[in-house]
């Protein structure tokens, strides 16, 4: 079974752009949860969806934002990117809301110039 | 003060040496992870833990809820061990948000 995949890997953007980042859970996992990990504040949560609604949302400014489609796939948005956005981004699946055991994708590193 | 709480930030090891990791917490949780994460940035779940003990290979995660504390123990080290460890714990009903530890960066000499 295909593991969780994130497209694309690496990424760099000036200040004051948009980028969007994807996340492919594994096959049957309906549950996406997203992290932004800086060498500063570690690893944070961003938000976690699970059957296109957005179940939580982390302490993150309103230019963080997701979504999911029917598939289960995800995507997570930044809008007017600053610097501190320079980060690894991680999304986790799971196979249900309930379920403990998550499975982490490789990141996409995000570098915001 | 954090939530989550590791020790040690930093530890260097020979090989074939036992390693304990610490993990304290201070909120209520469900569940508690223990992950791995190699230089490159890919994140592995090594163990979930709600009680008790667990035990894969070389590596043992035990949970005391009562002390809000855990342990991961590497016994037999081995330079391929070296990495960053994370604890992070799931509280109330979200199992997606997880409160991570800042990490303890583990290094095994050969």
């Known amino acids: 079974k295909a593991g969780v995949t994130q497209t694309p890997r690496y990424l760099i953007k000036t200040r004051g752009q948009q980028v969007t980042l994807s996340c492919s859970p594994i096959?049957?996992?309906?549950?996406v949860s997203w992290y932004q990990q800086t060498p500063g504040q570690g690893l944070q949560f961003l938000f976690e969806?699970?059957?296109?609604?957005?179940?939580n949302k982390g302490n993150f400014p309103g230019r963080f934002s997701g979504r999911q489609f029917s598939n289960s796939r995800s995507e997570m948005n930044v809008s007017t990117l600053e610097l501190g956005d320079s980060a690894l981004y991680l999304c986790?699946?799971?196979?249900?809301?309930?379920?403990?055991?998550?499975?982490f994708g490789p990141g996409t590193r995000l570098t915001v110039t | 003060k954090n939530e989550v709480e590791q020790s040690p930030q930093n530890l260097t090891a020979q090989e074939g040496e036992f390693i304990t990791i610490n993990c304290s917490y201070s909120?209520?949780?469900?569940?508690l992870h223990w992950l791995q994460q190699h230089p490159g940035g890919g994140i592995v779940s090594l163990f979930m833990?709600?009680?008790g003990k667990k035990k894969h290979g070389r590596l043992i995660a035990t949970i005391n809820i009562q002390e809000k504390h855990s342990s991961l123990h590497i016994t037999a080290s081995h330079p391929r061990d070296s990495a960053v460890y994370i604890c992070?714990?799931?509280?109330?009903?979200?199992?997606?948000?997880?409160?991570f530890g800042k990490g303890t960066k583990l290094s095994v000499k050969p």
């Open positions: 986790a699946s799971r196979r249900t809301s309930g379920d403990y055991e998550q499975y």
């Open positions: 096959s049957g996992h309906r549950s």
């Open positions: 969806y699970f059957s296109e609604t957005q179940r």
């Open positions: 909120v209520g949780i469900s569940a």
């Open positions: 833990l709600s009680s």
């Open positions: 992070a714990v799931a509280t109330g009903g979200s199992q997606g948000n997880l409160i």
